[in-house]
């Protein structure tokens, strides 16, 4: 089927743009055009306006602008075609005609939803029976009232195998069976698939009949407690949600969409006054079904039950939702109380009490997070790996780089408040700085805050007292950033253990983190003020005005770099060493060093030409630096 421009202009032409709008909006005459109070977004006085001559509505307020198509796909949730076929339909203007295979599979469905209209017409006429007492009880202890049940198309099946055949004994048997009304098996007679249930018709975006569901009344049977509609033409439950015809319109006003686990809790909500419920049919929600919420709203919310299961299909949405992130567009989840579902929650504690919950969700983060660190105990450090190895998984999973990014980031960064907590200060215990690395060496237990030797020794580090370029910057990073020190603290205990020389400074800086207090000042500094930076100013840590989280990143770089240096030297001399006794191992080896040398000079060289490009950007003027990393010699 082609629609041509040509024709999209005929179909627009054809409709009353104010007319198909108010059906729903209250419009006021203003000249030639009318206005209305936005009904894409809450407001006071009207800013939404609409011309019939332009062929268009637009809002002032929030922008909102359209033609008659963007209207039934905006507003009421259609897909294009649908939109089309619908003011088409109105407008008395053929379709163009599609291929004839298409045409038939059309035709076929046409006839087909015919055949669900008149079921659900007989549905509703058998809950009104003698028949439907059991099922019109069930709906009073409910709580459902006769508007409700009216409202969202309740009926009732009867218990005869037989029933449905005579009742619609003007379709063909085949129709019955090919909506999966009736039920074929080889060498059986057909009988009825919904025997003895109440009733619920599953509608499309249109609000035409394409399934049913259908709740058992006897308790006592063996029989599943929900029914669905097999797969058929009219039927896809992956790419369905029930109630989206309804609640969709009704997000426009909430700007948001809920879903639920069942039909039966959408109902219930929807008695509530939660109008923008939906759920899916049977199955754990599905990536069409995630595409269908998104085009309503970009952060729908899960509120499944407060059970095992319902955490079992929060879970598995995360995990579908997840390769299919991008900008803007997430989930939100809900968590209920334990064992209870949302009619349980309007039952016992009210409207109010599910408006609080709705209003403030965990993001899809959150919830991930949450999932993962209470999965298992962390008892040893391959419990802690095991955790991190999750969550990393969760984040190979993203496939919008950007977004996989700074999941990466925030999933590291709780892990490793999580996992390594600041320990408590340990006793003062004599150390030297020829022995092996010992925190506590070089302060005094007692100490309020950061002593003057320590804070002297900082300073001194920090503004280039050390011939070693790398290590005075990291100590002057960290003392800029005094909050980052306990998240290499790991790291740079290492580094002290490698180097005695710098044990002091290492300390020192430990010993002020855990004095640091959120919203005090820093202790580094102490009554001197802040330590100036050496005057090699290649890193972004060391400048004022960079952006916090660049300046993170690349201190954690440069801690990394000053960590692996140590080990690297270390390997070099013992090559060298090994040459009298063994030349041609001794030689491979150390060409194998020399080019992580090479690479380690590079990482380097790296953070100083990201430092340049940044202020070359800044002052539109190229900046150049370098320094030899490994030994620590700064050149310019």
Wanted: glycine content about 8%; some cysteine; aromatic content about 6%.
């Amino acid at each position: 089927m082609a629609l041509s421009p040509q024709w999209l202009d005929e179909l627009r032409a054809r409709i009353s743009l104010s007319s198909l709008i108010g059906r729903t909006t209250k419009l006021q005459k203003a000249g030639h055009e009318y206005k209305a109070c936005c009904p894409f977004h809450d407001e006071k006085s009207p800013s939404f306006t609409v011309s019939d001559q332009k062929g268009f509505y637009h809002c002032f307020g929030c922008g909102a602008h359209g033609d008659a198509i963007r209207w039934m796909t905006d507003q009421r949730g259609l897909p294009f075609i649908d939109a089309v076929k619908e003011l088409a339909s109105e407008a008395g203007l053929e379709m163009p005609e599609p291929d004839p295979r298409a045409a038939q599979a059309a035709q076929q469905r046409a006839g087909l939803h015919d055949v669900t209209q008149a079921a659900q017409e007989w549905f509703v006429a058998q809950l009104q029976s003698e028949a439907g007492t059991k099922a019109r009880e069930y709906l009073a202890g409910r709580g459902f009232d006769a508007h409700t049940a009216a409202r969202f198309g309740f009926g009732y099946a009867p218990a005869d195998r037989q029933a449905m055949k005579q009742a619609l004994s003007q379709f063909d048997e085949k129709e019955l069976i090919e909506t999966g009304l009736r039920i074929d098996v080889e060498g059986k007679p057909p009988y009825d698939r919904f025997r003895d249930r109440l009733m619920l018709p599953i509608q499309d975006l249109r609000g035409r009949v394409i399934g049913f569901g259908g709740r058992i009344l006897q308790s006592e049977t063996d029989a599943p407690k929900y029914l669905n509609s097999p797969e058929t033409p009219l039927f896809d439950k992956g790419r369905t949600l029930y109630n989206l015809h309804r609640a969709g319109p009704a997000s426009r006003q909430t700007e948001r969409i809920v879903v639920v686990e069942g039909y039966m809790d959408v109902v219930a909500l929807a008695a509530a006054g939660f109008e923008d419920a939906v759920a899916p049919l049977g199955t754990a929600l599905t990536e069409q079904q995630i595409e269908l919420l998104w085009r309503q709203v970009p952060r729908p919310i899960l509120c499944f039950d407060g059970d095992a299961a319902g955490k079992r299909a929060a879970m598995r949405a995360a995990t579908r939702a997840l390769p299919m992130l991008r900008p803007s567009h997430s989930l939100a989840i809900v968590s209920l109380p334990a064992g209870k579902d949302p009619d349980d929650l309007l039952r016992e504690k009210g409207v109010a009490a599910l408006e609080d919950l709705l209003a403030a969700p965990a993001s899809l983060l959150d919830m991930l997070w949450q999932h993962e660190r209470d999965a298992q105990p962390l008892h040893s450090p391959e419990d802690k790996a095991g955790l991190k190895a999750r969550l990393l998984a969760h984040v190979e999973s993203i496939g919008d780089p950007d977004i996989a990014a700074l999941y990466k980031r925030e999933f590291l960064e709780r892990f490793s408040a999580f996992a390594f907590p600041p320990r408590e200060r340990e006793p003062w215990v004599k150390n030297n700085t020829t022995a092996p690395f010992k925190r506590g060496a070089f302060r005094k237990a007692a100490d309020p805050v950061l002593s003057p030797e320590a804070s002297r020794r900082l300073r001194h580090m920090s503004e280039g007292g050390s011939r070693d370029g790398l290590a005075a910057a990291v100590v002057a990073g960290l003392m800029r950033h005094p909050a980052e020190v306990m998240r290499h603290a790991e790291a740079l205990s290492r580094y002290a253990g490698s180097d005695p020389r710098v044990a002091p400074f290492v300390d020192s800086l430990l010993d002020a983190a855990e004095l640091l207090e959120p919203g005090h000042k820093s202790p580094i500094s102490g009554s001197e003020g802040q330590a100036a930076p050496p005057e090699d100013t290649r890193f972004s840590f060391l400048v004022e005005g960079t952006d916090p989280q660049v300046a993170r990143e690349d201190l954690a770089e440069a801690v990394s770099l000053l960590v692996e240096r140590p080990a690297l030297e270390a390997a070099l001399a013992a090559a060298t060493a090994r040459f009298e006794s063994d030349p041609e191992g001794a030689f491979a080896e150390q060409q194998r060093l020399l080019k992580r040398k090479l690479a380690f000079e590079k990482r380097l060289g790296q953070m100083a030409s990201n430092r340049a490009n940044r202020l070359a950007q800044d002052n539109s003027e190229p900046v150049a630096a370098h320094g030899d990393a490994l030994t620590g010699q700064v050149t310019d």
